[in-house]
């Protein structure tokens, strides 16, 4: 008698909630992308910490992001900042009171709005923001 095989237990697949997280991640970066843009440009192109030009600048989240999802693609909660200013010693990150001081001392009330505005902000919205920001951004990307 041969052994029969084994009945396989078929895992079971569930690839539309996979591509949709897929899709969901790949607006989110698109997303950031152009809202770097339209940050570093509105910051006319100077970090804000150490007011460096001609320097490679990322868009840092005020807010953290993680702890303020909601506030994850709100341009006013997002600023110019150099590689070093953002994540190196002498960051952003590094001393949050110090860079709350700072940011306060810079840019009056505008910490509090973040605040007020991270408890009662809309839920994102992905695909109706990257339309409005892929029109907003197409100029500045181009240049
Ligand atoms: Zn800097």
């Given at each position: 008698m041969s052994a029969l095989p084994k009945p396989t237990r078929k895992k079971k697949a569930n690839h539309?909630?996979?591509k949709a997280t897929n899709e969901r991640r790949q607006?989110?970066?698109e997303l950031e992308k152009l809202l770097s843009a339209h940050v570093i440009q509105r910051?006319?192109?100077?970090c804000n910490w150490c007011g460096k030009t001609y320097i490679r600048l990322f868009?840092?989240?005020v807010?953290?992001?993680g702890s303020n999802p909601r506030l994850r693609f709100e341009p006013f909660n997002i600023m110019a900042?150099?590689?070093a200013c953002h994540l190196g010693n002498r960051?952003?990150?590094k001393d949050p009171m110090r860079a709350r001081e700072w940011f306060e001392g810079k840019y009056p009330g505008r910490y509090e709005r973040l605040q007020i505005a991270a408890s009662c902000a809309p839920k994102v919205d992905l695909p109706l923001l990257l339309t409005v920001w892929r029109d907003e951004v197409k100029g500045v990307l181009e240049k």
């Open positions: 539309s909630r996979k607006m989110e970066i910051d006319r192109d100077v868009g840092a989240h807010l953290p992001k900042l150099c590689y960051g952003w990150h």
